[in-house]
Nanobody, 122 residues
Framework: VQLQASGGGLAQAGGSLRLSCAAS?????LGWFRQAPGKEREFVAS????????YYSDSVKGRFTISRDNAKNSVYLQMMNLDVEDTAVYYC???????????????????WGQGTLVTVSS
């Protein structure tokens, strides 16, 4: 499975951005991770195939919304009320394994996109 992320860019604090990720084939679990300079890659959000279950890190809960369109094999991340601490490279991730459901661990995801940079200025 190949993942292609897009939609990153520059935003002001308090602003919004929407990330998109297209998968080359249907992928049961899709999610987003991010990695800031000098830090480890961290979980942001994930969503199950039906879209009925979504998971968020505490740092983005209430500000970010993950959604998917299975007809387009795509997942989206709507980011609102951005903070400078949200600055990072955002990676789309996918998995076909049940263990990835709700997982925040990098190792539970088998497929990764190339990353898209989000920069939030104060």
């Amino acid at each position: 499975v190949q993942l292609q992320a897009s939609g990153g860019g520059l935003a002001q604090a308090g602003g919004s951005l929407r990330l998109s990720c297209a998968a080359s084939e249907p992928t049961p679990i899709l999610g987003w991770f991010r990695q800031a300079p000098g830090k480890e890659r961290e979980f942001v959000a994930s969503i199950t195939w039906s879209g009925s279950s979504t998971y968020y890190s505490d740092s983005v809960k209430g500000r970010f919304t993950i959604s998917r369109d299975n007809a387009k094999n795509s997942v989206y991340l709507q980011m609102m009320n951005l903070d400078v601490e949200d600055t990072a490279v955002y990676y789309c991730a996918g998995s076909g394994r049940l263990i990835a459901t709700g997982s925040r661990r990098v190792r539970d995801y088998d497929y990764w996109g190339q990353g898209t940079l989000v920069t939030v200025s104060s």
